[in-house]
């Protein structure tokens, strides 16, 4: 008999409203067929299974803005606004993978963006804490209301990392730099590892160790939006790039 209400119920309600309510179910089913896709394709690539399940538990959709909404599990950059853009899945999933995040560590991310990538990475840590800088104070208040209470947002120049809370097991810098941010490479710990693109126009995408020497590897060819601050670019000579998705 309740079933049968809800059936009537639903007769009374305006047409236009019951469409949208079925489009919406449509999308919401298109969405997870898209995102089991997408993880299927990051475990082809290689990816391990412990980020893919990180990704996996976090919903992309809840990071784009609502007009990109149905694009959420292309694997793809979209825009977020102020120049910005979320990375193509395969990136983040890269960038982690390299990392190898271990439980209860202490993250540092330099460019918070709409706060994706620091969920997937509040996964990885667990009950450990993520800490991620964003220059441009309207993401920062965007991304401070998706996130998990493991990460912690701060506004400021990220390319001088955050010293006060000092020092990181892992750095993941999130845009172009010239060269690795000497203050990144103070607050990494010893064993440590950092990830971040550098160059301008030609960008390659390294991860640094820190023992008892720094040993830089590049893994490929990467398009960045730019790290703007003491110890980036000139925010005069970026020069529209930050406008330019990246990959």
């Not at 980020?51 to 990109?68: I, K, L, Q």
């Not at 993520?130 to 493991?150: D, G």
Request: with cysteine.
């Amino acid at each position: 008999m309740s079933k049968g209400r809800e059936e009537m119920s639903g007769l009374d309600q305006p047409t236009e409203e019951l469409a949208n309510r079925r489009l919406g179910n449509k999308q919401t089913a298109s969405l997870e067929s898209q995102r089991r896709s997408l993880l299927q394709s990051l475990k082809r690539r290689g990816i391990s299974e412990r980020v893919v399940n990180a990704m996996g538990n976090v919903r992309r959709e809840d990071f784009v803005p609502h007009t990109w909404r149905d694009y959420a599990y292309h694997d793809e950059p979209l825009p977020i606004g102020n120049g910005q853009t979320i990375s193509a899945p395969h990136m983040v999933a890269m960038m982690c993978d390299l990392l190898s995040v271990q439980p209860s560590s202490k993250v540092l991310e330099v460019g918070t963006g709409s706060g994706y990538h620091a969920a997937v990475l509040a996964q990885l840590v667990g009950d450990g804490i993520v800490y991620t800088i964003e220059r441009f104070e309207r993401l920062a208040q965007e991304a401070r209301k998706r996130v998990p209470s493991n990460v912690v947002v701060k506004t400021g120049d990220g390319s001088l990392g955050h010293a006060e809370k000092a020092p990181f097991d892992r750095i993941l810098v999130s845009c172009s730099a010239p060269d690795i941010p000497p203050p990144l490479l103070a607050q990494l710990i010893s064993g440590g590892r950092l990830i971040i693109p550098l160059g301008r126009e030609l960008q390659e995408l390294y991860l640094v160790c820190k023992n008892h020497e720094i040993i830089k590897e590049a893994h490929g060819a990467v398009a960045f939006v730019l790290l703007v601050g003491d110890y980036g670019f000139d925010e005069a000579s970026d020069d529209g790039r930050a406008s330019r998705f990246r990959f």
